[in-house]
């Protein structure tokens, strides 16, 4: 299972929510992995097409090289994002707009696609961390990481909106929350 956290604060409320998932993981016997995509350099993608004809994004040589191998090998994908302008961060939108090279698109106008994925299994649990208490104010952030998942035939078999959190470590005050997260990682890592 990969955690994949957008948050470019570290240790803020976004990766204390991607580590209690994963620690109900790891309980339930599954292998977990942490990214911290503040640690990668990952090039916004300029819509160049060559990752079409040579599956991986050949422009760049970035953090997303790294990042391609742990994406193909996991099953099951955490994705959070704390909520920025009722969207998620630029790290996690560069990092979705570079899956881009898992598509097959088709010649014809409009490109019919497919994704490189489907033969597996896979699903995905997405949560967003949000400052304001109105679920208005989250926006699209839990689309955004949800939507470019099930294109590429990703199962998304949960999501976790979560409103009222801004200061640094606040959401560990919610003991609610906190074995929500845990309680998520471990369904989450028998989920077949």
């Known amino acids: 299972m990969l955690g994949i956290s957008g948050s470019p604060r570290k240790n803020g409320n976004t990766d204390i929510i991607i580590r209690e998932m994963l620690r109900g993981a790891d309980d339930a016997g599954i292998k ?3 990214i911290f995509l503040r640690d990668y350099v990952i090039t916004p993608c300029i819509g160049c097409e060559k990752c079409r004809k040579d599956k991986t994004c050949s422009q760049y040589n970035d953090g997303m090289n ?3 191998p742990k994406i193909e090998a996991a099953d099951h994908i955490i994705l959070g994002s704390p909520v920025y302008h009722y969207n998620i961060t630029s ?3 560069s990092f979705i707009d570079r899956l881009y ?3 097959i698109f088709s010649d014809d106008r409009p490109r019919r696609y497919q994704s490189r994925l489907a033969d597996t299994k896979r699903s995905s649990l997405i949560f967003s961390i949000c400052e304001q208490t109105d679920k208005k104010e989250e926006g ?3 689309e955004a990481m949800s939507r470019p998942l099930e294109a ?6 949960d999501t976790l909106p979560l409103c009222g959190f801004f200061e640094k470590g606040s959401i560990l005050q919610d003991v609610t929350i906190m074995e ?3 309680k998520m990682g471990r369904e989450f890592a028998a989920y077949q």
């Open 32 to 34: 977990t992995e942490l």
């Open 66 to 68: 790294l990042l391609y």
């Open 91 to 93: 790290q996690m939108k």
């Open 101 to 103: 090279p898992y598509y």
């Open 140 to 142: 699209f952030a839990i």
């Open 152 to 157: 590429l035939s990703y199962h998304i078999w």
């Open 180 to 182: 929500t997260a845990y």
